[in-house]
């Protein structure tokens, strides 16, 4: 397996994880869409505890999380069947190119997206869209993963991805904070011109970085074994593929449910984490990009540490101590938010110390829990389950803020959604296949 086509695919999470650090979680939509510049002035202008200009605001969260939920229910209602079509057709090159095209078009639009609350709807709406298109195009960006990659080096090829993305996301966080300690080099930064910028620049870098993939990275071959089913009929193949994981490899089938909700907690940690930290714990714009950054490095080392004990311990055991570690560390955030910013700086940073450890011990427990000759199968069904699932913590989150018109709380509903998780998963046997190498091992370094 070629050293190149191994760093091609790798970069494209390095790619389009500014869209996820940058866009999603510290900086469009915790220091700009769900701040004051998009409420009613006369709201605007009141003092920051008065009631009303802090329930508006607590509209503005909520109604982003409306609108990625319905991201979430389109996903979950397109991936499965798209990336089963991608793989019969042997078009999953095709498919994740399309999404990548959609995502860096989204990115794009959020430029014109001006400090004004008619503007609103246009930015929320772009995002879910953005979403949509990120997570299309991971579905078949993963099932690519076994195109590059054997049995043995899976972990490390997936680990490369990852640890890149972290990469690209510390790096892209790092020009903002340059770009705002140095004014934005004289450049006018009224009506939010400055967080338009800083989209345009992520849709720019999505590009330039993005494109090795589909110039070295060949196409799947079409699966011959399958036939072509017309988009309507593909939800009747899913399900009796789906029917049959559960009677011939029945633990993997509970380990796919499991993480599939588990991960849209996760998830929901780096969405809606900025937010928590600006509108409820009261981070300024360089506070929320400097927990950003250290937030990715240490995710980036614990991952990189946790996969020691991964080999050691095995992956469920790593799963379920972080999914323990996630739970505990959300509600001290809850409980005693009322102590201030310090709570969150401890908290908040140890609890993304167990996000990356548990999407890597993930990945590996799957491919040590893979019936023989069906991996890709799988892995590609692991993306697809996990992406039908993203609307659970968003609409917890949507309904709980909504209700009680305080974001703080919102955090229970990823709490609730990752405690779930972790009682799935709990119920899962462990894995009692280790994967073998059958193939040369391919150059990663």
């Given at each position: 397996?070629?050293?190149?086509?191994?760093?091609?695919?790798?970069l494209?999470d390095?790619?389009?994880?500014?869209?996820?650090t940058?866009?999603?979680?510290f900086v469009f939509?915790?220091?700009?869409?769900?701040?004051?510049?998009?409420l009613d002035?006369a709201?605007?202008g009141?003092?920051?505890?008065?009631?009303?200009?802090?329930?508006?605001l607590?509209?503005?969260?909520?109604?982003l999380?409306?609108?990625i939920?319905?991201g979430?229910?389109?996903?979950?209602?397109?991936?499965?069947v798209?990336?089963?079509?991608?793989d019969?057709a042997?078009?999953?090159k095709?498919?994740?190119?399309g999404?990548?095209?959609?995502?860096?078009?989204c990115m794009?639009?959020?430029?014109?997206?001006?400090?004004?609350?008619a503007?609103?709807?246009?930015?929320a709406?772009?995002?879910s869209?953005?979403?949509?298109?990120?997570?299309i195009?991971g579905?078949?960006?993963?099932?690519m993963l076994?195109?590059?990659?054997t049995?043995?080096?899976?972990g490390k090829?997936?680990?490369?991805?990852?640890?890149?993305?972290?990469?690209?996301?510390?790096?892209?966080?790092?020009?903002?904070v340059?770009?705002?300690?140095?004014?934005?080099?004289?450049?006018?930064?009224?009506?939010?011109?400055a967080?338009r910028?800083?989209?345009?620049?992520?849709?720019v870098w999505?590009a330039?970085?993005a494109?090795?993939?589909?110039?070295?990275?060949?196409?799947?071959?079409?699966?011959?074994d399958?036939?072509?089913?017309?988009?309507?009929?593909?939800?009747?193949?899913?399900?009796?593929?789906?029917?049959?994981?559960f009677?011939?490899?029945?633990?993997?089938?509970?380990?796919l449910?499991?993480?599939?909700v588990?991960r849209?907690g996760?998830?929901?940690?780096?969405t809606?984490?900025?937010?928590?930290a600006?509108?409820?714990?009261?981070?300024?714009?360089?506070q929320v990009?400097?927990?950003?950054?250290?937030?990715?490095?240490?995710?980036?080392v614990?991952?990189?540490?946790a996969g020691?004990?991964?080999d050691?311990?095995g992956?469920?055991?790593?799963?379920?101590?972080?999914l323990v570690g996630?739970?505990?560390?959300?509600?001290v955030?809850?409980?005693?938010?009322?102590?201030?910013?310090?709570?969150f700086w401890?908290?908040?940073?140890?609890l993304t110390?167990?996000?990356?450890?548990?999407?890597?011990?993930?990945?590996?427990m799957l491919a040590?829990?893979?019936?023989?000759?069906?991996?890709?199968?799988?892995?590609?069904?692991y993306?697809?389950?996990?992406?039908?699932?993203?609307f659970?913590?968003?609409?917890?989150w949507?309904?709980i803020?909504?209700a009680?018109g305080?974001?703080?709380?919102?955090?229970l509903?990823?709490?609730?959604v990752l405690t779930?998780?972790l009682?799935l998963m709990?119920?899962?046997?462990?894995p009692?296949r280790v994967?073998?190498?059958t193939?040369?091992?391919?150059?990663?370094s």
């Amino acid at each position: 397996m070629a050293r190149r086509q191994v760093v091609s695919w790798a970069l494209w999470d390095w790619a389009t994880q500014p869209f996820n650090t940058v866009i999603l979680t510290f900086v469009f939509t915790a220091l700009y869409l769900t701040t004051d510049a998009f409420l009613d002035p006369a709201v605007a202008g009141l003092a920051e505890d008065d009631p009303a200009r802090q329930r508006a605001l607590a509209d503005l969260t909520s109604g982003l999380g409306a609108w990625i939920a319905v991201g979430g229910v389109l996903i979950a209602v397109l991936a499965p069947v798209l990336g089963r079509r991608a793989d019969v057709a042997g078009r999953r090159k095709a498919w994740l190119g399309g999404a990548t095209l959609l995502l860096v078009a989204c990115m794009l639009g959020l430029g014109a997206v001006r400090a004004d609350p008619a503007y609103f709807v246009l930015g929320a709406a772009l995002i879910s869209l953005g979403s949509v298109a990120s997570e299309i195009a991971g579905v078949n960006y993963n099932a690519m993963l076994v195109q590059v990659s054997t049995p043995r080096t899976v972990g490390k090829v997936s680990g490369l991805g990852w640890g890149l993305g972290y990469v690209g996301g510390i790096l892209a966080l790092v020009a903002v904070v340059v770009a705002t300690e140095l004014d934005w080099w004289g450049m006018p930064t009224d009506d939010g011109l400055a967080y338009r910028v800083i989209a345009v620049g992520c849709a720019v870098w999505a590009a330039a970085f993005a494109w090795p993939l589909f110039r070295f990275v060949p196409e799947a071959p079409p699966a011959a074994d399958r036939p072509r089913l017309g988009f309507f009929a593909s939800y009747g193949a899913l399900v009796r593929d789906v029917v049959e994981l559960f009677r011939t490899a029945r633990p993997t089938f509970w380990f796919l449910l499991a993480s599939a909700v588990y991960r849209d907690g996760l998830a929901a940690v780096f969405t809606f984490g900025a937010v928590i930290a600006s509108v409820s714990f009261g981070f300024g714009d360089r506070q929320v990009l400097a927990f950003g950054i250290a937030a990715n490095l240490l995710a980036g080392v614990s991952t990189i540490l946790a996969g020691r004990l991964d080999d050691r311990f095995g992956p469920r055991a790593v799963i379920v101590a972080s999914l323990v570690g996630l739970v505990t560390c959300g509600l001290v955030v809850v409980a005693l938010h009322a102590s201030g910013q310090a709570v969150f700086w401890v908290a908040g940073l140890l609890l993304t110390c167990f996000v990356g450890p548990a999407q890597a011990a993930s990945r590996s427990m799957l491919a040590r829990m893979s019936p023989p000759g069906r991996e890709a199968e799988i892995f590609g069904l692991y993306a697809t389950t996990g992406r039908a699932a993203s609307f659970l913590a968003p609409s917890l989150w949507t309904v709980i803020v909504a209700a009680t018109g305080a974001t703080i709380w919102g955090t229970l509903g990823i709490v609730g959604v990752l405690t779930a998780g972790l009682v799935l998963m709990v119920l899962v046997t462990p894995p009692g296949r280790v994967v073998r190498p059958t193939a040369a091992e391919p150059p990663t370094s």
